[in-house]
């Protein structure tokens, strides 16, 4: 293993989202990077970037929303939990393509933050999902060994976006082979989501 195993730790008082709410897009002062109180909150840019991948499903009003969105200010991550449960609605596979479309795309930019494998990327989930989110949006541990990961997802947004994250991350970097499983959930009452991630090097 490259990295040690954290220690078991609960965010039991974490925000929690509503499954839907209205498409409130006020924009939020943003806390710094270490304050992890208040709601939790989501970056413009992530909203402009589910709207180019998920453009042809999104209703009117989440249209309507993603156009008054500014890339560089922060929103109120149940606006986030809203469009990717109507997502879901549609098809329970779309918040896992999205998350993957989206992540898929990172690599030049995660690369100029100096992560150039895989391993390293996986070793940087809980550092990364830190800098992605302001206030209290819970935390992600990891346990990572060569070609694989063990992931601990406690936070509150949809857990199917997330696991679609990690496959899109691993694919960015040319990882073949992916095995994910996301079980035990915490939308079956689990504490926290568990992510295991197996992976083989890209042919050479």
Request: glycine share 6%; hydrophobic share 40%; with cysteine.
């Amino acid at each position: 293993m490259t990295t040690a195993r954290p220690p078991a730790h609960h965010v039991s008082l974490m925000f929690r989202f509503q499954r839907y709410a209205p498409l409130d897009t006020s924009t939020y002062p943003a806390p710094a990077v270490g304050d992890r109180t208040g709601p939790p909150l989501s970056q413009g840019f992530l909203f402009t970037m589910v709207g180019t991948v998920a453009a042809r499903h999104a209703s009117d009003e989440i249209t309507a929303a993603l156009a008054r969105i500014d890339p560089d200010a922060w929103y109120h991550g149940q606006l986030l939990e809203t469009m990717l449960n109507r997502f879901e609605d549609l098809d329970p596979a779309l918040p896992v393509h999205i998350g993957r479309n989206i992540y898929f795309m990172w690599r030049s930019q995660l690369e100029a933050l100096g992560f150039r494998t895989a391993i390293a990327v996986m070793e940087a989930v809980p550092s990364l999902w830190r800098q992605a989110t302001r206030g209290d949006g819970g935390e992600w541990r990891a346990v990572v060994g060569p070609q694989r990961a063990h992931l601990e997802a406690e936070q509150p947004y949809n857990c199917m976006f997330e696991a679609g994250t990690i496959q899109g991350l691993l694919e960015a970097y040319d990882a073949a082979n992916i095995r994910l499983t996301h079980s035990p959930c915490m939308r079956s009452g689990a504490p926290y989501c568990v992510i295991e991630v197996r992976w083989d090097e890209p042919p050479r």
